[in-house]
């Protein structure tokens, strides 16, 4: 994609304060609305978030920094500014939408940002870009990145794949907001990734990257290797590297493939954040999956993954040269754990289908939630439970 020049990023950032009367029109629900999502919201985002911050130094700024793809009702930004209020935070967000060079799609865009900056920092900023341009650090759009970080999250909720076959350029756009953050803070920070996960939806090229991660920690112990085999059914151990990757996968299919996506990209993170002298600690937090698109049945295999990572950095060690003093213990990131603590969240995903669905009580606070949620973004919910029952996906008995 190519760079966009400065009027067209600074068109409908801050349009107009308009006051008006919800709702305007009947919407449409859309997949995003479904109960599960106000699962992922509060129970994954929202709890990371108050866990961040006990581990954050806030007195001297009471001010949580978040940077957010976050869709023309802006749901995330909402749930987030009424927490951060109750916790006596301000919210400064920088969002990308791409959605917003539509006609249509601008105007819902426009309103949704008008209500949300009541309660977020006057200086947040939308641009209408989709996220690959922060593949170009030189960018036009880059240069926000430094005017609203560093973050204490990065909410990435991708529609498609990280490894996308139409946006080859995801991960170079993560370890360039990756090495942003390791340079410009020292305070652990929250990743959220939602990617698509299935075999015909990733870039195959990117595959053979995610293994070699896996088997430099196979390599150097077998029951990594070992374990890896009976998450995911991937034994890396005879692994042939110089086959095509379209067969190097053999019977690693549906879940199997979904968990060994997972621990690639997740290992991928870590081997990036470990290395050089700025070291980070990764850990992949409690995460989960649900089905999507074709795949909307209780015999199919969860193939959208909601992953959560936290980052913290590794105490600095000076060297002495002159021998005038002695060095402290030099800290060193713990990568064999860290990588084992991967694989072992990658195999108790929680199935966000199977779980709502078995508890009644679960589904009927977050269909009201939900509800709730969706009316402050101009949505009339009054048909809501009967669309959410209508597209859930039943189980049946234990």
Not at 106 to 115: F, P
């Amino acid at each position: 994609m190519a760079d966009r020049t400065e009027e067209s990023l600074i068109e409908g950032i801050a349009p107009k304060k308009v006051e008006h009367e919800a709702p305007f029109e009947e919407k449409e629900f859309k997949a995003w609305h479904k109960p599960r999502k106000q699962w992922v919201r509060k129970e994954q985002w929202l709890k990371e978030t108050e866990s961040l911050i006990s581990r954050l130094q806030l007195a001297e700024r009471p001010l949580l920094r978040y940077l957010s793809l976050p869709g023309e009702d802006m749901l995330d930004v909402r749930i987030l500014a009424n927490f951060c209020k109750e916790k006596g935070l301000s919210l400064k967000c920088l969002a990308y939408d791409e959605g917003a060079r539509s006609r249509t799609s601008r105007t819902e865009i426009n309103i949704s940002w008008n209500e949300v900056s009541n309660n977020i920092v006057a200086t947040s900023t939308l641009l209408s870009d989709n996220i690959a341009v922060l593949k170009n650090v030189r960018s036009q759009a880059f240069s926000y990145v430094p005017e609203h970080g560093p973050f204490d999250i990065i909410n990435l909720d991708l529609c498609g794949s990280v490894s996308c076959i139409n946006y080859p350029d995801n991960h170079q756009v993560l370890k360039n907001l990756c090495e942003y953050q390791a340079n410009h803070s020292r305070e652990p920070w929250l990743l959220f990734l939602t990617t698509r996960a299935e075999y015909e939806k990733v870039n195959i090229e990117d595959l053979p990257h995610y293994l070699k991660n896996l088997k430099v920690n196979a390599e150097d112990s077998r029951r990594f290797g070992d374990r890896l085999a009976e998450i995911t059914g991937f034994d890396i151990h005879g692994c042939d590297w110089d086959v095509d990757p379209t067969v190097l996968f053999g019977e690693c299919t549906g879940k199997a493939f979904v968990k060994l996506f997972a621990a690639g990209f997740g290992k991928w993170l870590l081997r990036l954040m470990s290395g050089g002298q700025n070291a980070w600690e990764v850990e992949m937090l409690d995460s989960c999956w649900y089905r999507v698109e074709n795949n909307q049945t209780p015999k199919s295999f969860p193939n959208m993954l909601s992953l959560a990572f936290r980052l913290s950095p590794i105490s600095v060690r000076l060297l002495d040269p002159s021998g005038l003093t002695t060095s402290n213990p030099e800290a060193e990131v713990d990568e064999k754990n860290l990588a084992m603590g991967i694989l072992e969240t990658t195999e108790r995903f929680i199935d966000l289908d199977l779980k709502i669905d078995r508890d009644a009580s679960l589904y009927n606070n977050l269909v009201e939630g939900s509800a709730s949620l969706l009316k402050a973004a101009r949505y009339s919910v009054e048909g809501y439970a009967e669309w959410a029952e209508e597209k859930r996906i039943r189980f049946g008995p234990n």
